[in-house]
């Protein structure tokens, strides 16, 4: 056994073996150790190998996927190695040999199926990628996005730039990358920003286009699209990862579908994060855009919004599309409530069919998809042409409706038919058949079942043969099914007439044993009673089976089809009980918000019982997007304002128009958004030696480096991570370089007041504050955002908030007070009166050090300020000031 174990190891190096023995995998030497530590269960020992006890360990098979999934979860990879001869061949090679076994699948986070392992709400990608040298010489990276528990295919390419934002808008599961591409120092730095599992191949798949043509079953691939060269080679890497990961199990995959980029709103890694549109920054779901939004009650419901978050469209007549239907549901309020009452029942089609086509499906499945077909052709019922009080259904849901009920309701009645009301997890339990529908299933499972009362009866009919009362029909392991009768009696048995049918087996002290040919057979019958009714059973689900197959791509988009009439339904739903607004789709250089909310902070203040402080939002290009370009509107005002939120809220409402929502606003005009960037928050990457400060200027060069006229920008603080005037000239070069360079609408909210003196120069530059008022020396923070420009920060007020001690608060007043009464706004002016925009800066040498200055170093130097008292301190400050008078 060893021998065949090590042999199977050999071939999955980079995996755990699950090693089928009986009721149970077990796992042998390193696996043993890693699984153990992992599951927290026994590690033991059994023989030996090259004079070493052997680590083991083991899992029952009927509990493997509990097992599996904190495997997974922990970056493992599972060959799931099972027994694929019958025991009873195996010894008829003699006494010793071993069961044949073999690697049946490879588990993997990005190839997962089974309901148990899989997350209901969240797509399960695996990415594969692919490099290819495009005609006009820059190299383009082709990517291909696998689904296996839904089908769902998706390919794409990029340049290198983008390839981040396409990681996180799919957000992979798993990326499978050949090990050439992986050790790019770009690709590598992308990959680890990902943060999803990396499986390097070693090499590229040969013959791409064959791969796909011997895949699909095509003469030509001129039937899927215009695919290029990279996306080819992509889809190919991930058909072949497919094929080893599988063992030969085809998944029921989709043609793939083109992603173009210009399709959807490109929204890059950082700002994902920084919008937490699907997760927070903390990695859950909770808090984030998606939880406050999701009023879904499909699985499949849930995983197409979040899909539409991640993807906002640029195509104005398919966001009116998704408009439409969202309005439909809005006006017809009982129509929604019957719709999303009969969707609660529907089950996940998607996955259950997928199961069906790797032959990995239970009865349970079948039973999904029933349901599941039977609701479609109800829901399709509901959604007909006539009889709404508005309007037809819009032509979304009409294509939907279509659909839904096209599915064969024959295979409907077939499975309803054949399976009954409580069924098993697992096929191999067999009971899953409903009484009557077969008949000679019927029959083995009375025998099966009812031997006792079939024996009974047998043993009453032959009482009344013999004309006694004190035989009895009896089973041992020697002799089977035997009748027994007192010794007194046994004589007459081997006489004629009874003789004929008692056959004499036995005779004890006090009874003779007798058997017959009918209990020769029922005993025969009994005996493989069992196994031929869940052969009976298995022969009937693999027709169910082949009937769906048959119909999967009806049933496919069925699926697709409640998916999207859920999430219609769901932000209607959330439409009508937070007085969402439909948004008015331009495409030219439009953005004005009235009445603007945040939905996630909300959400929160409404389970707090307090109101959210709606606000108004232009930042509409004066004279068309071509010539003047969108406004940049600087935000001033204190910490704990709003600033922070105002921006985000106003870039999630433009995710939610472009995505087919209604939004959080009393009106809403959105000029279609290209590309939306955001910088908002900090934080350290000591994993590659970047600060604070070093990220942050490494986001703001990407906006500044992709951004067009028809692009949204949220910028918040740039600068605030260096020195007070670095960060002030930087802060002051990007908000130029936006107003001149790129055009874009943006908003730019700051702690440099001196900022806002640019909205003298640059014209489609507009000043709003946050505003807050001054009650007896504390600050109370409306949170209102007006137009004007903030006079301070109210910095040490909210210091106070945080429960500073009261000596540094009063001590930072005083220091704020010297401070203040400089000239601060002075050097600002000048540069206001003198710099023109984009001018080349004069090298100016500093100048050379002189007397005074060396006096003031010389003062500083001797000042120890760990020693000094507050008068001494006092004193010695208008001692350096006088020095520096005396210098003037």
Known sequence: MMVQYLGIKASHPDALLFYRMGDFYELFFGDAEIAAKALGIVLTKRGKHEGADIPMCGVPVDRSDEYLHRLIEQGNRVAICEQIEDPAEARKRGGKSVVERAVVRLVTPGTLTEDRLLAPDRANWLLALSRVKSADGPWLFGFAAVD?????????????LNLGGELGRIDPREIVVPETIAALPDVARVLAECKAPVTKLGREPGSAERRLLDFFGLATLEGLG???????????????????????????????????RASHMEVDAATRANLELTRTLA?????????????????????LLAAHL?????????IEARLDAVSFFVENRALRADIRRLLKSVPDLARALSRVGLNRAGPRDLASLRDGLEAARALAALLHDDGFPQAPPPTLLVAARKKAAATDAALSVSLAETLGDSLPLQRRDGGFVRAGRDAALDEMLALRDESRLVIAALQTRYCEQADTKRLKVKHNNMLGYFVEVPQALGERFVEAPLNATFIHRQTMMDAMRFSTAELATLEAKIASAGEGALARENALFDELAAAIMANAETISAAAEALAKIDVAAALAEIAASREWTRPEIETSGVFAIEGGRHPVVEDALRVLGEPFVANHCDLSAKTGMGAGGGQIAVVTGPNMAGKSTFLRQNALIAV??????????????????DRLFSRVGAADDLARGRSTFMVEMVETAAILNQATPASL?????????????DGLSIAWAVIEHLHEKNRSRAIFATHFHE??????RLDRLVNLTSRVADWHGDVVFLHEVVPGAADRSYGIQVAKLAGLPAAVVKRAKALLAELEAGDRGAPIARLIADLPLFAAAAA???????DACDTLRDALAAIDPDVLSPREAMAALYRLKSLADEDK
């Open 148 to 160: 296996i528990s839904t089908g769902a295919f998706e390919v794409g390419d990029t340049p290198l």
């Open 226 to 260: 215009q695919l290029t060269s990279a996306e080819i080679a992509a889809a190919a890497t991930a058909i072949l990862y497919l094929d080893r990961t599988q063992c030969g199990a085809k998944p029921n995959l989709h043609p793939p579908r083109r992603t173009s």
């Open 283 to 303: 990695g859950t779901r909770e808090g984030s855009l998606l939880a406050a939004i999701d009023r879904c009650v499909t699985p499949a419901g849930n995983r």
């Open 310 to 318: 991640s993807n906002p469209l640029t195509d104005r007549a398919a």
């Open 656 to 673: 939610l128009a472009q995505m087919g929502s209604y939004v959080p606003a009393s009106k809403a005009t959105i000029g279609i958004v």
């Open 713 to 725: 920008v949220i910028l918040d603080e740039i600068g605030r991570g260096t020195a007070t005037f």
């Open 755 to 760: 900022l806002t003196q640019l909205s003298k």
């Open 844 to 850: 100016s040498a500093p100048p050379p050090p002189d």
